[in-house]
């Protein structure tokens, strides 16, 4: 008796832990976040929370508690309907940009994510991203590869400084755009009264986007600490108060 006791109460103290740290205790929450990211790269689609719970034997609400941890974690990003919005570099809405291979359409979370997105998924080389200049509507297309950037004379502008996009991150992707070149960023500033961030080239932007998520679609998939993100930043050329990482050189 004492021993299976002992054994309860050492069970709730787990159990307290675990609630403590905020984990799911009814599946595994990497497994989830790995089928919502599979079927977006493969299908550039989010499952249910529906499907999800069928897939995994489990409750709806039991799944919708995972999906709250792995957003709570900055894995991904839920509507106000508990669906995913989204898991970067994909979204499930416009952000601006279409991305295509040659079996699947994506909507791409940002222009960062966008020429992420042919890096990332496996067994494509290339993809093609569609967008329109946020200032003048002009309609803009590259063939982003794996190996090299794509020519243009476009400009990349993001709006929200790094330490500040997970304030909310829906508006800081909403505002990682392309546009025609410095005088469009210039005029679209001056018509919406926003503050100009950081611009940059499409090569820099295809460096920034060319390695940032390796690793998302493996099991145990680890976020970057702050100081490994100013470090990337600054491999990829970007460098200043924007970037979180003045003190480093660009390389
Ligand atoms: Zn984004
Ligand atoms: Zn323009």
Known sequence: MLGIAAYDLAMVAKARRSAKKGTWMHADSEAVRLAVYQQLAERGTAPSTVTLAEQFNVAVPDVAAALRDLEHERHLVLGGDGAVELAHPFATRDFGFAVKSDRTL??????????????????????????????????HAWNVHVDVPPPGEQVAHFLM???????????ACEHQRIFCDEACVYDWLARTGNERGAVFSLEQLWRLASGWYEGRLDRGYERREPAQAAAYFASAGLVGPFWGNEDLQST
């Open 106 to 139: 994506w909507w791409g979370g940002c222009a960062w994510d966008a020429f992420a997105i042919p890096h990332l998924v496996p067994g494509i080389s290339s993809a093609l991203v569609a967008t329109t200049c946020p200032a003048c509507s002009t309609a």
């Open 161 to 171: 400084p790094m330490a500040h996009v997970w304030d909310d991150v829906v508006h």
